[in-house]
């Protein structure tokens, strides 16, 4: 298909990991991002893989990539109330980046 | 903070009426990009700047829809007429000549038509 898709939410408790999955589509894709949406925010970019890598770490953020299936995760371990928010993939199409349709991610204290 | 910044933050505006955002990018980046997002929908591209040339627009910017950064620096986003249809967050991002995709957006202004 020609959309960038992901799970719609995802809730787990503090101190729990969790894992954001998306599934993209041009397997040319040179970087893949992920974005976190708080509520009436804009998007924060919060990390971004180079499609040559399989894994990326970046503090209590793990981005996976399995460019055979064209999937893409993010793990946030010890996830925090703060981390509440709407979690976006986007994938660079020409001149303009193309997002999934966000999963919501719910911390239960 | 030098970041993407939006004004207004909030419109309210009757249909029919003209409506006027603004985006100041960050200020060595000389791409500049407008997104809609609707609710519960991820951001959808509408148009680019290269400094002050539009190289791009989505077939979602309607001949209602015009943008514009005259000097490369700040841009205008202007919708007549407006419609119930065009509530939505609209959403600025600017990004390096160098790293074209890594794409840093603004806080958005939120559209709502009466």
């Known amino acids: 298909g020609e959309d960038v898709e992901q799970s719609l939410f995802l809730s787990v408790r503090e101190g729990d990991s969790s894992v954001i999955n998306c599934t993209y589509t041009?397997?040319?894709?040179?970087?893949l991002y992920w974005y976190k949406q708080e509520p009436g925010a804009g998007l924060q970019l919060l990390t971004y893989i180079f499609s040559n890598m399989d894994m990326k770490q970046d503090q209590r953020l793990t981005v996976l990539l399995n460019k055979k299936d064209k999937h893409l995760s993010l793990r946030i371990a010890d996830t925090q109330t703060g981390d509440s928010a709407i979690y976006f993939c986007?994938?660079?199409?020409?001149?303009?980046?193309?997002f999934g349709g966000g999963t919501r991610l719910m911390v239960k204290p | 903070d030098t970041g993407v910044s939006q004004d207004p933050r909030h419109k309210i505006t009757k249909r029919g009426q003209n409506v006027t955002f603004r985006c100041d990018p960050i200020s060595e980046h000389n791409r500049l990009y407008w997104y809609r997002q609707t609710l519960g929908q991820g951001p959808e591209f509408l148009t680019y700047?290269?400094?002050?040339?539009?190289?791009?627009k989505s077939r979602l910017l309607s001949d209602r829809f015009s943008a514009e950064r005259p000097k490369g620096s700040f841009s205008t986003l202007e919708i007549q007429r407006t419609e119930q249809g065009d509530s939505a967050m609209y959403l600025c991002?600017?990004?390096?000549?160098?790293?074209?995709?890594?794409?840093?957006f603004g806080p958005g202004t939120r559209l709502t038509v009466t």
């Open positions: 041009d397997s040319s894709s040179t970087y």
């Open positions: 986007a994938e660079p199409r020409g001149n303009m980046l193309t």
């Open positions: 700047f290269q400094n002050e040339a539009q190289l791009e």
């Open positions: 991002a600017s990004s390096s000549e160098i790293s074209v995709d890594e794409q840093y």
